[in-house]
């Protein structure tokens, strides 16, 4: 117990990092968000009144002190382009990417158990591990650049976008999903391998074979449990290549979530846009990071022993 | 050990004539002079691989891209590398104290945001290009390598020969620097060149996000993304520079797939 708090309290320290970061890089800067805000053509009294009204115009200690206080009410500030509420525009961005990643992580997890148990059943079957090579070293990218000339040029079956649109469903979403979750199966299936081959020498599961136990009975009970852990540290490890590889696959297929938001918050100079991004990753993954630790002692004995002892 | 190990060395060396010689070569094709008469001409005998929407030869291109793209990962790798050994060494050595804590906190700070994201907004504030860009992955592309040394460090540390020298009077920092150090350079470096495929995998996504190398200046990320949009006209625009992505990727991984197994470092 005292432990997580400690491990709260550690995840929120880097959170403050994240924030002071992103906040000395967007405001030490060049540029000046009244300026672009009002264009070049504004008069300079104009330009100070909104300096003001903005609180550049104050030291930067107490720019951050303000800034803090403002993110503790979940306020991201507005957009310096056309003053939407950063906040309501990320989440609902957000929440697309989310249900890609989401999706993508579905297929991965489900495609990579069914490998899984084919490798346990089959462990030195050529096609399986030559294709998870393979997986590994293909960028996300380029699977998504041959899917899309492949569905979209010469196999025009699956709709490969229109996402976001009015009669949209989550049917739009499989292909690029799939396409996310290809380096992740890949990735996870290898590892998976390594890990069972490790504990198949162990005295216990040679034991639970001597038994009479089932192959079947033998990979669940005996085998899973002892590489869940890892397992599962793999997979937290994943997760943001998965999101990084979402926002290029959204770029790619055109679909409205944080990938094609970064490019124009880029292209526009949208600082308060791209801050928000930041920090809301950050979020995210500090809360994964201190959510998986949290599992990772739920599921193993072996951590809870060793943390006390 | 590392000055032995000769395979490595032709490796390394390898890594960084192999991108100044590709350089040079695309240089000499002219990767830039523009014939519109010629555009969008399919993969032929005059030109290999086709030409652009300018009319540009997309073999010359390429080739300098590939040879761009790799010089700059070698800069990109040669800071991380640096920073990765002092960093991830002192950590190591004064495991549990300040120095290490404060390093380690930096390393799960970074750790916290996608590596891309951090490149992003960097570039979104400052001036975009190639060579920056890598400067700045290789700011912060240390921090898994310098975690592998920092790990080492604390193994080595606590095995006997080195008691056996403390015994013998060295001073810490001769036991760091002569006896600790090399002994964790090999993992360390393993580590790295495992990065590289990532690293141009990040040149290409800093190329969707338009940060990546400015035009007309080609790299493979760029024509990637410049080819994408002009899939329905031309398929070998994107997919050219995507296939030849694919097989330097691939040889540089099996290339060090094969050292590491060399070595008793390998995954």
């Keep these: 117990m005292r432990q997580l708090l400690l491990s709260a309290l550690y995840g929120a320290s880097l959170l403050l990092g994240v924030i002071t970061l992103t906040f000395l890089l967007f405001n030490v800067a060049p540029g000046d968000p009244a300026r672009v805000m009002l264009g070049p053509n504004a008069s300079e009294d104009a330009v100070q009144l909104l300096r003001a009204e903005l609180g550049t115009d104050r030291p930067v200690w107490e720019q951050l002190q303000h800034h803090l206080v403002r993110l503790l009410r979940l306020d991201l500030g507005r957009s310096i382009i056309d003053g939407r509420l950063v906040s309501v525009e990320i989440i609902n961005k957000f929440r697309t990417t989310l249900t890609l990643g989401g999706l993508a992580l579905l297929i991965a997890f489900c495609l990579s158990y069914i490998l899984n148990l084919f490798v346990f059943y089959l462990p030195n079957f050529s096609p399986v591990l030559a294709l998870t090579k393979i997986g590994v070293i293909t960028p996300t990218f380029f699977s998504g650049v041959i899917v899309a000339l492949l569905f979209g040029i010469f196999l025009p079956i699956v709709p490969l976008t229109g996402y976001g649109s009015t009669e949209s469903s989550w049917i739009h979403l499989m292909l690029p999903a799939s396409v996310v979750a290809l380096y992740p199966i890949a990735v996870m299936t290898s590892i998976f391998r390594e890990k069972i081959q490790e504990t198949l020498g162990r005295d216990y599961a040679r034991s639970a074979f001597s038994l009479g136990f089932s192959r079947l009975y033998v990979f669940h009970v005996t085998l899973l449990p002892s590489v869940a852990v890892s397992l599962l540290a793999g997979w937290v490890n994943l997760l943001s290549t998965i999101f990084v590889a979402s926002f290029i696959i959204e770029v790619i297929f055109s679909i409205p979530g944080v990938g094609p938001l970064l490019i124009s918050a880029i292209q526009q100079k949208d600082f308060p846009v791209l801050q928000g991004i930041v920090i809301l990753n950050a979020c995210f993954f500090v809360l994964l990071n201190w959510m998986s630790e949290f599992l990772f002692r739920l599921i193993d004995p072996r951590i809870r022993h060793y943390a006390k002892a | ?267």
Aim: proline share 6%; net charge neutral.
């Design chain 2, 1 to 267: 050990m590392l000055r032995h190990n000769l395979t490595l060395w032709i490796f390394l060396l390898l890594l960084i004539i192999v991108p100044y010689g590709l350089l040079m070569l695309g240089e000499a094709l002219e990767p830039y002079s523009i014939d519109t008469a010629l555009a969008h001409q399919p993969p032929s005998t005059e030109f290999p691989f086709g030409t652009d929407a300018l009319g540009r030869d997309m073999f010359a291109r390429i080739i300098y891209a590939t040879g761009l793209s790799l010089s700059v990962t070698a800069q990109a790798l040669f800071i991380a590398f640096a920073l990765a050994v002092i960093l991830g060494g002192i950590a190591g050595y004064m495991h549990n104290r300040l120095p290490d804590q404060i390093i380690s906190w930096v390393i799960a700070l970074i750790y916290i945001v996608p590596f891309i994201l951090f490149v992003v907004a960097v570039f979104a504030v400052f001036e975009p290009g190639i060579e920056r860009a890598y400067i700045a992955i290789g700011c912060l592309g240390w921090v898994a390598p310098a975690r592998l040394i920092r790990a080492e460090v604390i193994q080595i540390r606590t095995s006997l020969f080195v008691v056996a020298e403390k015994a013998f009077g060295y001073s810490e920092r001769q036991i760091l620097f002569r006896s600790i150090i090399p002994l964790s350079l090999m993992p360390a470096l393993l580590s790295l060149l495992y990065f590289i495929p990532e690293l141009i995998g990040v040149e290409v996504g800093l190329s969707f996000f338009g940060l990546g190398a400015q035009p007309p200046t080609p790299s493979l990320g760029r024509l990637i993304y410049e080819g994408l949009s002009q899939i329905y006209t031309g398929w070998w625009l994107p997919l050219i520079p995507s296939g030849v992505l694919l097989i330097v990727v691939s040889t540089i991984y099996a290339a060090t797939h094969k050292l590491g197994k060399a070595t008793r470092y390998g995954r």
